[in-house]
């Protein structure tokens, strides 16, 4: 007979001819042809927690903001972070042995990376509400079976909440402990969070939320249970909240179809000023909008929530006695604003890194400020608060009533921060602090700076890889003279930027513009996109 993992692997193959890449997004594809990545997964998983002493790790089933049919699956380290570069280039190479390979191939890790295999391994596991996510779940439970590994299944959570969970069980008894690793434990510690962060200021009008039609919606409508009564805080309208349709998701909602076309989803019935947001169909993403006073769609997206969360935060520090020993940074990609960047550094005088495109290099990025603020400009983003600083803000004294007032609320926003990773829910939570606390409405939100008009291309090429690119994604060092060519465009144009890239989650280069009009940033995005197609058309 087999062994075990042999058995599963041949039990789950591969389909012919699919080659399989662990990307910014872990595993991401057609549902269909995923069953063979799960099981693999699953013996990955088991192994990453025997390399860190049987800590717990997590997987989760999700495509985020794709379409229905697909799906896709992630793993999540001990502290709630992304995986580890180097297990995602292990991961891929795993995804792609052929079934007969799989055994050899475990071993072998285990061999190269000291792992004791009969050692216990640890794996927390959730997905979202796609339909094949029950199907994957089981090819997933088969792996981690054959591998030995102790798990763990929370059924439906947001990605969020399973990063939550991961770093709530790894830190569970210690003084570092995140919260309960339960469902519960997640509403709870951000409901009283909530509540502390507000300090009886009550928000204005409403929020109507629009879930995607993924498990955000139902996750929202439990947390809400554990937030003020509506009298007391926020009235919460949860809108495309339909998880009994799973084909509906992300289908006309949600933060990717909002953020992409700039504009409310059609099922939208709100007036003017009121407050809208969209989650994405896993729920670690969010952008606001709204309609003003002349029925005209804007948009808030993770640079807003980014500059108007480091302007509170550095209120908040300096109102506390703070400023000399804490700073606060921020971390953006290619992808901001132009307008949010000049803001950040000339109106906050704070400090911005850039970084290229993907959650781990901003929040690798953040990790090395005090305070790091990150978002990606389509809304995934959080702050995090470095160990030391964690500390001066805990013991610090305050030695007026203002000051105890300004610390008091920097606190309680310290725990309304999901500092694992960046989580809509607590996001857009801190977005409603904030702008309580400055009695703003979404208009003088967005009144802080203006937007350079820009504009997002797509461009298919024969080949992405050969677009090279440096300088945090800004600049393409291959194929060679493009680069020349696009800056003697972005010269033709007034505060003209461009860039072009190769896509990590879609088989194209991507081309950004933005300038001083509107038809300038369109025009110099078109221009820019010609170059690349002729260029990956050679
Ligand atoms: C311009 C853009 O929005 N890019 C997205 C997209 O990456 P690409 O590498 O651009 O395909 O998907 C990533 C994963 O969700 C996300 O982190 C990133 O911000
Ligand atoms: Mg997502």
Same mark, same amino acid.
């Given at each position: 007979?087999?062994?075990?993992?042999?058995?599963?692997?041949?039990?789950?193959?591969?389909?012919?001819?699919?080659?399989?890449?662990?990307? $910014?997004?872990?595993?991401?594809?057609?549902?269909?042809?995923?069953?063979?990545?799960?099981?693999?997964?699953?013996?990955?998983? +088991?192994?990453?927690?025997?390399?860190?002493?049987?800590? #717990?790790?997590?997987?989760?089933?999700?495509?985020?903001?794709?379409?229905?049919?697909?799906?896709?699956?992630?793993?999540?380290?001990?502290?709630?972070?992304?995986?580890?570069?180097?297990?995602?280039?292990?991961?891929?190479?795993?995804?792609?042995?052929?079934?007969?390979?799989?055994?050899?191939?475990?071993?072998?890790?285990?061999?190269?990376?000291?792992?004791?295999?009969?050692? *216990?391994?640890?794996? %927390?596991?959730?997905?979202?509400?796609?339909?094949?996510?029950?199907?994957?779940?089981?090819?997933?439970?088969?792996?981690?079976?054959?591998?030995?590994?102790?798990?763990?299944?929370?059924?439906?959570?947001?990605? *969020?909440?399973?990063?939550?969970?991961?770093?709530?069980?790894?830190?569970?008894?210690?003084?570092?402990?995140?919260?309960?690793? $339960?469902?519960?434990?997640?509403?709870?510690?951000?409901?009283?969070?909530?509540?502390? !962060?507000?300090?009886?200021?009550?928000?204005?009008?409403?929020? $109507?939320?629009?879930?995607?039609?993924?498990?955000?919606? *139902?996750?929202?409508?439990?947390?809400?249970?554990?937030?003020?009564?509506?009298?007391?805080?926020?009235?919460?309208?949860?809108?495309?909240?339909?998880?009994?349709?799973?084909?509906?998701?992300?289908?006309?909602?949600?933060?990717?179809?909002?953020?992409?076309?700039?504009?409310?989803?059609?099922?939208?019935?709100?007036?003017?000023?009121?407050?809208?947001?969209?989650?994405?169909?896993?729920?670690?993403?969010?952008?606001?909008?709204?309609?003003?006073?002349?029925?005209?769609?804007?948009?808030?997206?993770?640079?807003?929530?980014?500059?108007?969360?480091?302007?509170?935060?550095?209120?908040?520090?300096?109102?506390?006695?703070?400023?000399?020993?804490?700073?606060?940074?921020?971390?953006?990609?290619?992808?901001?604003?132009?307008? !949010?960047?000049?803001?950040?550094?000339?109106?906050?005088?704070?400090?911005?890194?850039?970084?290229?495109?993907?959650?781990?290099?901003?929040?690798?990025? +953040?990790?090395?400020?005090? %305070?790091?603020?990150?978002?990606?400009?389509?809304?995934?983003?959080?702050?995090?608060?470095?160990?030391?600083?964690?500390?001066?803000?805990?013991?610090?004294?305050?030695?007026?009533?203002?000051?105890?007032?300004?610390?008091?609320?920097?606190?309680?926003?310290?725990?309304?921060?999901?500092?694992?990773?960046?989580?809509?829910?607590?996001?857009?939570?801190?977005?409603?602090?904030?702008?309580?606390?400055?009695? #703003?409405? *979404?208009?003088?939100?967005?009144?802080?700076?203006?937007?350079?008009?820009?504009?997002?291309?797509?461009?298919?090429?024969?080949?992405?890889?050969?677009?090279?690119?440096?300088?945090?994604?800004?600049?393409?060092?291959?194929?060679?003279?493009?680069?020349?060519?696009?800056?003697?465009?972005?010269?033709?144009?007034?505060?003209?930027?461009?860039?072009?890239?190769?896509?990590?989650?879609?088989? !194209? %280069?991507?081309?950004?513009?933005?300038?001083?009009?509107?038809?300038?940033?369109?025009?110099?995005?078109?221009?820019?996109?010609?170059?690349?197609?002729?260029?990956?058309?050679?």
């Amino acid at each position: 007979m087999a062994d075990p993992i042999t058995e599963v692997a041949q039990q789950h193959p591969a389909p012919d001819g699919v080659i399989y890449q662990y990307g $910014t997004a872990g595993f991401r594809t057609k549902a269909e042809v995923l069953d063979s990545v799960l099981t693999r997964v699953g013996l990955i998983a +088991a192994l990453r927690s025997r390399a860190l002493k049987g800590k #717990w790790v997590g997987v989760m089933i999700t495509a985020s903001h794709n379409p229905p049919e697909d799906n896709g699956v992630k793993l999540v380290e001990p502290m709630g972070n992304m995986l580890q570069e180097e297990w995602e280039v292990l991961s891929t190479k795993m995804a792609n042995q052929p079934a007969g390979e799989v055994f050899k191939y475990y071993k072998e890790l285990a061999t190269a990376n000291r792992i004791d295999l009969n050692s *216990p391994a640890r794996v %927390v596991v959730a997905r979202d509400t796609r339909a094949s996510g029950a199907r994957l779940l089981g090819c997933l439970q088969d792996g981690l079976k054959a591998a030995g590994a102790e798990s763990k299944d929370y059924g439906f959570l947001t990605t *969020p909440q399973l990063h939550y969970m991961v770093r709530c069980l790894n830190t569970e008894g210690t003084k570092d402990s995140y919260g309960t690793p $339960t469902e519960q434990g997640y509403y709870e510690k951000f409901g009283v969070a909530f509540k502390n !962060a507000l300090r009886g200021k009550k928000p204005s009008g409403s929020l $109507t939320v629009d879930g995607a039609n993924g498990v955000g919606g *139902p996750k929202l409508t439990e947390l809400i249970k554990y937030l003020p009564p509506k009298e007391e805080g926020l009235e919460i309208f949860v809108v495309n909240d339909n998880v009994i349709k799973p084909e509906s998701l992300n289908v006309d909602c949600g933060a990717d179809y909002v953020k992409t076309n700039q504009r409310a989803p059609p099922t939208s019935k709100t007036g003017p000023g009121d407050r809208c947001c969209s989650l994405d169909g896993d729920a670690d993403r969010v952008v606001y909008y709204f309609k003003d006073t002349n029925n005209v769609f804007r948009l808030l997206d993770g640079d807003r929530i980014a500059t108007l969360v480091a302007s509170f935060l550095g209120d908040l520090v300096r109102q506390s006695g703070l400023a000399d020993s804490v700073t606060i940074g921020v971390v953006q990609t290619a992808y901001a604003n132009g307008a !949010a960047t000049n803001y950040v550094q000339q109106h906050l005088k704070l400090k911005v890194d850039c970084t290229p495109t993907g959650v781990k290099y901003l929040h690798h990025a +953040a990790e090395k400020l005090d %305070v790091g603020v990150y978002f990606e400009a389509n809304g995934h983003g959080t702050v995090i608060f470095s160990h030391d600083t964690l500390e001066t803000i805990a013991t610090h004294e305050p030695k007026s009533p203002g000051q105890k007032e300004a610390l008091d609320v920097l606190r309680a926003c310290i725990n309304l921060i999901n500092q694992a990773v960046g989580d809509a829910l607590s996001d857009f939570l801190l977005v409603e602090v904030v702008l309580a606390h400055k009695n #703003w409405g *979404p208009q003088e939100w967005l009144s802080t700076y203006t937007d350079l008009p820009n504009r997002l291309l797509k461009v298919v090429v024969n080949d992405r890889k050969i677009f090279q690119t440096t300088d945090a994604e800004r600049r393409l060092v291959k194929p060679e003279g493009v680069q020349q060519q696009i800056d003697k465009e972005v010269q033709k144009v007034r505060q003209g930027r461009s860039f072009a890239r190769a896509s990590g989650t879609e088989d !194209a %280069v991507r081309v950004y513009a933005e300038a001083a009009t509107k038809a300038e940033a369109e025009d110099l995005a078109r221009k820019v996109a010609e170059i690349v197609k002729v260029a990956g058309s050679k």
